[in-house]
């Protein structure tokens, strides 16, 4: 199972002094020197951490695979076909949110067709797609229909679970809705919410291909170094 490194709040330090400081880049080759499978970064509309430049910069210089979530914004979606990350995950996403909140709603009508639009425009550049979507085993039909390669199911609620009971029916959807996607031959990956306490059942999933895991990650550099930190996440992966 692949590691992807999110290293948004890394650039969160930064954009709180618009300073030059941490270093992004420097922040994305420690990673990889660490372990990390890939890069992930969020091109959010508000450009509250991750700013253009940066993703045209760490496009330049990683050497594993970077992975560019994004919105299905005009602007946002030009710059990536120009830059062409290896992977696009769309997601979806509101100016007030803390995070993510949830998946891209793609039962809905209207943001099926506008999602089917944006994976078409990236598939003609040959950028694979995934789609950030809920644990449910109807959603990824749609997700098939409409020309993902790949879904990325959105953990948040197991890793928010406030009792072991809902905790392991948030599981248990996470196996069903991986399941439902391999069936219909989807590459599986997931991620919101995981650290170094919880991660351990998601990766016991033997179908999931990669986890993005970003704030625990950062946070946890503070104390112990970012190297030490996606060690440390890496061996619980491999672990479990």
Known sequence: MRLGVNIDHVATVRQARLAKEPDLVRAAVLAEH?????????????RRHIQDRDVIVLRQIITTSLNLEMATSEEIINLALEVVPDMVTLVPEKREELTTEGGLNILEEGIRVKTAKAIERLKEKKIPVSLFVDAKREVMKVAKEIGAEYVEIHTGK????????ER?????NIEDATKAARALNLKVNAGHGLDYKNVDDIAKIKDIVELNIGHSIVARSIFVGLETAIKEMKELIKNA
Do not use: Q, S, V
């Open 34 to 46: 660490a372990g990390a499978d890939g890069i992930t970064i969020h091109l959010r509309e508000d």
């Open 158 to 165: 197991y890793a928010d679970a406030e009792t072991e009971a």
């Open 168 to 172: 392991k029916e948030e599981l248990k």
